[in-house]
Structure formats: structure tokens, C-alpha cells
């Protein structure tokens, strides 16, 4: 095959110094420098954070990077990382929709010299993983719930979830959040479970779970995305008050803003910092490539930090992502 070829004609010392570890023989020109980022979706705000923390970094180490929307497509995601490969960037970027896939073609992208990361849903041949724990996420998310439940509904309540069940490597969030509210709230009803991973979904299926439920008192989202869908259905169908409320997950700035409204049932999310994961990556990256990438994978760990809307709301908050 082609690609084949091409890869034997690029393996030489730059590559073997990329594979054993051991500094490249001459440091690029920055200016020189392309990374390229596969978001799985540029409509989901929290893909749009780690896009704002790479711009960040690119602009300050002076190299070239640009974002792809995968559009929530693996095919999508596949080829534009094929094409990534055949055009030469320096390092690949990654949120994996297919993890498996994604190694395969990180394996081929490494066999052209090409540096590899992947962020929140990683992939095991990635150079650098700034991975995280689905499950122990979608519990933070869940205890805040939960929490929340047992102190103002005494548990006596119903509840809708919004999660990322279409995506493989995001389900075990789901089944998080769900522990969550079994352990500490148990009399809590789950009376829905659809995936809704951006606003406009998130939308569609509470138009569908409200007149189901019209005494529905909670929606608990694993990611922004959703839990502002969520917010806004709820609201224009006057579940609002002491007694309703909102809980998501990625911290976002338009769920802040949210948050942030008189009277918002908008209670809570949980940060993951994907500003300082995405400038953090790029700077990691950048490394490798000018010097070399470690035999082993760098390894980092994505935090999980609460963020009610009391804290919210106090004069001196400001999310660490911003």
C-alpha cells in the first residue's frame, strides 16, 4: 500500500528518536511547528474550552495549530486523522470517539515521526494520555445531585438523566452518576435515561420527558451541554423554584452564566479544567517534539472539583479553566 511506502521512506534517526527516547538532532524553528487537535464536537462546549487552553499555548510558543470537528462521527474522527497523517503535522491531538481505532492510527502516525496525545478519552498508543476515570467523574456529578436531593427533596423526588450513553468510552459516567444517586438518595426516582450531549438534544428530549413527567423536580447531565438543554426546557415549562434544579458536568462557561441568573434552578456542575488540559497538552507536546518523545507515555489525570452555585455566586470565585 501507498502508506507503506511513505512510512519506510520517513523512518530514519528522526523517527528512531521519537522511539527510543532520545533528543531529535535539531530543535525545529516554532514557527515551523503544526499540531492539530480532533474534537469529537465543537458545539460541546467543554471540546471548546480544551480548544481555547491550545490556542492559548500555540500563541505563546509562536506554532501553528488548528481544531477539527469530528462532528461526533468515529468515521469522521478517522479520517480527518488519516489526513492529519498525510499532511504531516508534527503532533496529533485527540478526543477518542473510537479508542481502539485511534490507536491503530496513532501507531501509523508514529511510524512517520509524528508526535501523539489524547485528552479525557485517551488512546493507549498516545505519547501523552491526560486522561481521566469516567465513572468516579459521573459520581462527582452524581453526589452533587444527590446531595442536593436529600437536603432539599428529602429524597421524595424524580429525576431525569441526560448522558453520553451513545459514546462507548463515556458510558461508565452515566452508570457513575447513577451509583451516586442510589447510595446517598435511594427514594429518588429515575424516571428517564437518554443521551444528549449537546443543547440542542438535551432540548429535544425533555420536550419529550416533561409532558411524561410534569411533576419531574430534577435533571442531572453528564456534561454541560446537555444539563443547559436541560435548564432551558425546564425553565420555559415553569419547573422552577426552591424545589427543582439542574446538575451537569465540564463547568463551562455558558453553564456559569447560567448558574449565575436570579432565581436559576442551576445548582451545580463539576470542573475538569479543559482550558488548562488543552494549554497544559500543547506545552507537552511541544516538548516531544523538540526533543524527543519518553519511551513511556507522559501521563496526567484531569481533576474532578465541585463548583456549586453558591460558590458561583460569591465575589471571589473564578473557575481555574478561565
Not at 532520545?22 to 460541546?44: G, M
Not at 481555547?52 to 500555540?58: P, Q, R, V
Request: some cysteine.
Amino acid at each position: 500500500m501507498l502508506w507503506r511506502q511513505i512510512a519506510k521512506a520517513f523512518i530514519g534517526a528522526a523517527v528512531l528518536s521519537l522511539v527510543l527516547g532520545v533528543p531529535a538532532a535539531e530543535a525545529k524553528d516554532p514557527k515551523d511547528i503544526r499540531i492539530a487537535y480532533s474534537a469529537p464536537q465543537l458545539a460541546n462546549p467543554w471540546f471548546r474550552g480544551v480548544k481555547a487552553g491550545m490556542d492559548k499555548a500555540c500563541a505563546e510558543l509562536g506554532i501553528q495549530c488548528v481544531a477539527v470537528d469530528a462532528q461526533n462521527s468515529k468515521t469522521k474522527q478517522g479520517e480527518d486523522i488519516r489526513k492529519m497523517i498525510t499532511d504531516g503535522y508534527d503532533a496529533i491531538f485527540a478526543t477518542a470517539l473510537d479508542p481502539y481505532n485511534l490507536s491503530q492510527l496513532f501507531s501509523l502516525a508514529k511510524s512517520f515521526g509524528i508526535v501523539t496525545g489524547s485528552i479525557a478519552q485517551t488512546a493507549i498508543n498516545s505519547n501523552l494520555m491526560y486522561g481521566m476515570d469516567e465513572f468516579a467523574y459521573g459520581k462527582a456529578i452524581g453526589t452533587q445531585a444527590a446531595n442536593w436531593a436529600k437536603k432539599n427533596l428529602k429524597c421524595k423526588g424524580k429525576v431525569a438523566l441526560l448522558t453520553q450513553d451513545n459514546i462507548a468510552t463515556v458510558r461508565a459516567r452515566g452508570d457513575g452518576v447513577v451509583k451516586a444517586i442510589r447510595t446517598i438518595c435511594p427514594e429518588l426516582q429515575i424516571v428517564a435515561r437518554f443521551h444528549a450531549d449537546d443543547p440542542f438534544r438535551g432540548m429535544s428530549i425533555m420536550e419529550i420527558v416533561i409532558p411524561r413527567h410534569p411533576d419531574l423536580d430534577m435533571v442531572v447531565a453528564t456534561t454541560d451541554s446537555g444539563g443547559i438543554g436541560g435548564y432551558i426546557i425546564m425553565t420555559a415549562n415553569g419547573l422552577v423554584g426552591d424545589k427543582h434544579a439542574v446538575f451537569s458536568g465540564d463547568a463551562t462557561p455558558d453553564a456559569i452564566t447560567l448558574m449565575k441568573e436570579p432565581n436559576s434552578i442551576y445548582r451545580g456542575t463539576v470542573d475538569l479544567s479543559p482550558v488548562h488540559g488543552g494549554y497544559e497538552s500543547i506545552r507537552i507536546l511541544y516538548n516531544m517534539i523538540q526533543y524527543g518523545a519518553p519511551k513511556s507515555p507522559v501521563v496526567r489525570q484531569l481533576p474532578y472539583v465541585e463548583v456549586s452555585q453558591e460558590k458561583v455566586r460569591s465575589d471571589d470565585f473564578k473557575l481555574a479553566n478561565q
